[in-house]
C-alpha cells in the first residue's frame, strides 16, 4: 500500500541555516503530495502541495518539488526562523480517495536564535 | 471564515465512561475524516466518510464509532475508553477539485487522556 518516509527529528538548526527535510513515498501512479506544519499547541496547517511530477510547491520561503523519478518530496527553506520551529509532516493523497491523507511520522525542527 | 471545530479541546476521563468528541465544518465538503496523533507514529486516520450516511473504516478503528447524520457533522464516539486510546484527535474535511486538487482542512485538535 501507500506509505510516506521521512528522517527521523529533531532537527536543530541556527537561524539563517539552510533547511532539508527528505521525504519519500510509495505508491503507485501519481498520488498529490503535501507538506504540513503543525506549530506547537496547534492544529495542522497545510504548507504547499504539488499535484504532478515536477510541480514545485512553494510558500513562506518554503519549496518542495514532486520528483517521479526519485519518488521525493524533500522540504526546503534558504534561510530559517526561529518562528519556522514546528513539526514538519510529509503526506500524500489520492484524488480519488480524498478523504484519507497518509502521513509520514513527522520530524520536529528547533532553530537557535 | 472556513473552519472545522472541535469539542472538547481538552478530556480527561476514566476508563469505560462513553465519550463523544463533536466535528462540525462550515464548508459543505462531502469528505471528513478522524485522525489520531502519537508520538513518532505520524497521523493515523480512524474513520473517513464520504458522504451523509456513509462512512468506513480507516487504519486504526477498533474502539471508535463514527456517524454521520447530517453533511456538516462527525462526531467520534469511544464505547468504553481505555487508556490506549489516550492521544491527540484531530477531524478534517476535505474537497476534492475537478482538476485534480485535493484540499483538507483540520480542526484544531482534541487532546484525550484515559486513565
Known amino acids: 500500500g501507500d506509505s510516506v518516509t521521512q528522517m527521523e527529528g529533531p532537527v536543530t538548526l541556527s537561524e539563517e541555516a539552510f533547511l532539508t527535510i527528505n521525504c519519500t513515498y510509495t505508491?503507485?501512479?501519481?498520488?498529490?503530495l503535501f507538506w504540513y506544519v503543525q506549530y506547537p499547541g496547534e492544529g495542522l496547517q497545510l504548507l504547499l502541495k504539488?499535484?504532478?511530477?515536477?510541480d514545485k510547491g512553494s510558500n513562506k520561503g518554503f519549496e518542495a518539488t514532486y520528483r517521479k523519478e526519485t519518488t521525493s518530496f524533500h522540504l526546503e527553506k534558504g534561510s530559517v526562523q526561529v518562528s519556522d520551529s514546528a513539526v514538519y509532516f510529509c503526506?500524500?493523497?489520492?484524488?480519488?480517495?480524498?478523504?484519507?491523507?497518509?502521513f509520514g511520522s513527522g520530524t520536529r525542527l528547533s532553530i537557535r536564535p | 471564515e472556513a473552519q472545522v471545530t472541535q469539542n472538547p479541546r481538552y478530556l480527561i476521563t476514566v476508563t469505560g465512561k462513553k465519550l463523544t468528541v463533536t466535528c462540525s465544518q462550515n464548508?459543505?465538503?462531502?469528505?471528513m475524516s478522524w485522525y489520531r496523533q502519537d508520538p513518532g507514529l505520524g497521523l493515523r486516520q480512524i474513520y473517513y466518510?464520504?458522504?451523509?450516511?456513509?462512512?468506513d473504516k480507516g487504519d486504526v478503528p477498533e474502539g471508535y464509532k463514527v456517524s454521520r447524520k447530517e453533511k456538516r457533522n462527525f462526531p467520534l464516539i469511544l464505547e468504553s475508553p481505555s487508556p490506549n486510546q489516550t492521544s491527540l484527535y484531530f477531524c478534517?474535511?476535505?474537497?476534492?477539485?475537478?482538476?485534480?486538487?485535493?484540499?483538507?482542512?483540520f480542526g484544531p485538535g482534541t487532546r484525550l487522556t484515559v486513565t
Open positions: 478534517a474535511s476535505s474537497w476534492a477539485g475537478t482538476s485534480g486538487s485535493i484540499e483538507q482542512y
Open positions: 505508491a503507485t501512479g501519481y498520488p498529490s
Open positions: 504539488a499535484t504532478k511530477a515536477d
Open positions: 503526506a500524500l493523497a489520492r484524488y480519488s480517495s480524498a478523504s484519507k491523507i497518509i
Open positions: 464548508m459543505n465538503h462531502e469528505y
Open positions: 466518510s464520504m458522504n451523509v450516511e456513509v462512512t
